[in-house]
C-alpha cells in the first residue's frame, strides 16, 4: 500500500525566515504525481506545487520550491521570506496512475508563522 | 468560475438520520471525488466518479452512497448517520487522472462539517 509521511505535526517560523517542511513517500510505481496542499483556518484546501515523478528539475512556485529526491522518496517543501497568511495546515499528496484519481494524503504539518 | 461549490456549510443530524450532500463542480471536469477528513488526520477517499453515470468505491465507502446524474453534480448520501460519520466532508474535481496523460491536480470545494449526535 501506498504511504505518505509528514514526521513533523507541528512547525513554527519567524515571519521573512525559512521553513522547510519533510515528506517522505513510499511507492513501488514510476509514474507518480506530488503535492502539497495547504489548508488555513477557512479549512479550505489549496494546492500549493505539484511535482512531476519523471521531471529531475524541483518545482518552484513563487516562495514555494520543493527538494525532490525519488531515489530516497523524499519530497520536502520550501517556503521562503514566511508570511502571517502562510499559517496553517501543509499536507503531502501523492497520486500514481494505478488508484484512479485516489489521492494519499500525509497526516499534515501545521506551520505556524510569528510575527 | 465558482470552482467547486459544496452544500451545506454546516450540518447536524441524529443518529439514524439520513442526508445528502451536494458537490456541484463548473470546470467541466471529468472526474469528481469526496473525502472524509478527520482529526489529525488527512483527508480519506469516499468515492469516485470517473464520468457522468459512474460511481466507484474508494477507501472508505461503508455507509455512503453517491450518484453522478449530472457532470456537473456529484451527490454523497448517508442513508442512516452513526457518529462515526461525524467529519468534515470535501468534494473535488479534476480534468483527468494521469492515465490519460495529463497532470492531475484535484481542485477542492469549501468542505462541509457534519456532526452525528
Known amino acids: 500500500a501506498q504511504t505518505v509521511t509528514q514526521s513533523q505535526p507541528e512547525m513554527s517560523v519567524q515571519e521573512a525566515e525559512t521553513v522547510t517542511l519533510s515528506c517522505t513517500y513510499d511507492?513501488?510505481?514510476?509514474?507518480?504525481?506530488l503535492f502539497w496542499y495547504k489548508q488555513p483556518p477557512s479549512r479550505q484546501m489549496i494546492l500549493v506545487i505539484r511535482q512531476e515523478a519523471y521531471k529531475q528539475q524541483n518545482a518552484t512556485e513563487n516562495r514555494f520550491s520543493v527538494n525532490f529526491q525519488k531515489a530516497a522518496k523524499s519530497f520536502s517543501l520550501k517556503i521562503s521570506d514566511s508570511q502571517l497568511g502562510d499559517t496553517a495546515m501543509y499536507f503531502c499528496a501523492f497520486i500514481h496512475g494505478g488508484s484512479q484519481g485516489n489521492l494519499i494524503f500525509g497526516k499534515g504539518t501545521k506551520l505556524s508563522v510569528k510575527p | 468560475n465558482a470552482g467547486v461549490t459544496q452544500t451545506p456549510k454546516f450540518r447536524v443530524l441524529k443518529t439514524g438520520q439520513s442526508m445528502t450532500l451536494l458537490c456541484a463542480q463548473d470546470?467541466?471536469?471529468?472526474?469528481m471525488y469526496w473525502y472524509r477528513q478527520d482529526p489529525g488526520m488527512g483527508l480519506r477517499l469516499i468515492h469516485y466518479s470517473v464520468g457522468e453515470g459512474t460511481t466507484a468505491k474508494g477507501e472508505v465507502p461503508d455507509g455512503y452512497n453517491v450518484s453522478r446524474l449530472k457532470k456537473q453534480n456529484f451527490l454523497l448520501g448517508l442513508e442512516s448517520a452513526a457518529p462515526s460519520q461525524t467529519s468534515v466532508y470535501f468534494c473535488a474535481s479534476s480534468y483527468s487522472t494521469i492515465w490519460a496523460g495529463r497532470t492531475d491536480t484535484q481542485y477542492f470545494g469549501p468542505g462541509t462539517r457534519l456532526t452525528v449526535l
Open positions: 511507492t513501488s510505481e514510476n509514474n507518480y504525481y
Open positions: 470546470m467541466n471536469h471529468e472526474y
